[in-house]
């Protein structure tokens, strides 16, 4: 492993184990981070922790936020239900500013530790429509990041890395394979019980089985 290092977004789900597998594969020195927002599918949380270890993350951190302080999710609120059915437009699962969010504080940790990426598991493809995860979003915040910071002044320029953002799930599962990720320790569900398992019925479920069914795969989840 080379001295390069990346801070990798870890949420312990499906799209960003795969994401920590990759960024691993590049030879960077992974610091996994985590963020405690409040999320009604806390058991991703503990899968964070699983992949953060199976995939040999140098660190992982987990940051607490409130993000049920402001709500307006169906992850945040749980007045709003989590859709069960497909729905138009943006549904209620985005969570206001989240990514936002959570790369300004990857972004600060990567300062302190002197990496210069950050990778994302964003994707445009086989997703439920969240404006904060398009390219147009990541190429507007990476050049946030290097006027806003003394890496970037100085001109040690940060990069907010987004392999996944033109894969599909099947692609995204088979790459993961590729990279020994093991799913089994993820948790995708957007109303997961304690003990991670799944409803099946969400949006992150439903591509979620279409991926590794599309992939040829069998999808290790265990559902309620």
């Known amino acids: 492993m080379s001295d390069k290092k990346a801070v990798v ?27 405690d927002y409040g999320q ?28 049920r302080v402001i709500g307006g999710s169906a992850l945040t609120d749980d007045s709003i239900d989590v859709p069960e059915v497909e729905t138009s437009g943006i549904p209620v699962t985005y969570v ?40 147009e979003y990541i190429d507007a915040f990476e050049k946030m990041a290097n006027l806003a910071t003394r890496a970037g002044v100085e001109g040690n320029k940060l990069r907010i ?7 599909s799930k099947a ?25 991670g398992a799944a409803c099946g019925r969400c949006d992150s479920c439903r591509l979620r089985a279409a991926g590794f069914a599309e992939a040829g795969l069998d999808d290790p989840t265990v559902y309620a």
């Open 171 to 195: 692609d995204i599962v088979k790459r993961g394979t590729e990279l020994g990720v093991d799913y089994s320790l993820t948790v995708s569900c957007y109303q997961a019980q304690a003990d």
């Open 96 to 135: 206001p500013a989240r990514n936002t969010v959570f790369l300004s504080i990857a972004l600060g940790w990567a300062e302190v530790l002197g990496a210069q990426d950050i990778f994302v598991g964003v994707n445009a493809v086989d997703y439920s429509g969240y404006p904060d995860c398009r390219p």
């Open 40 to 67: 009604r599918h806390s058991a991703e949380l503990m899968a964070a922790q699983r992949v953060a270890a199976d995939l040999e993350a140098l660190e992982h951190k987990v940051v607490k936020l409130d993000l």
């Open 9 to 35: 977004l870890l949420s312990g789900g499906l799209d960003s184990a795969t994401v920590l597998a990759m960024a691993r594969a590049e030879g960077y020195q992974c610091f996994a981070l985590g963020f």
């Open 161 to 167: 890395r987004a392999p996944l953002m033109r894969m």
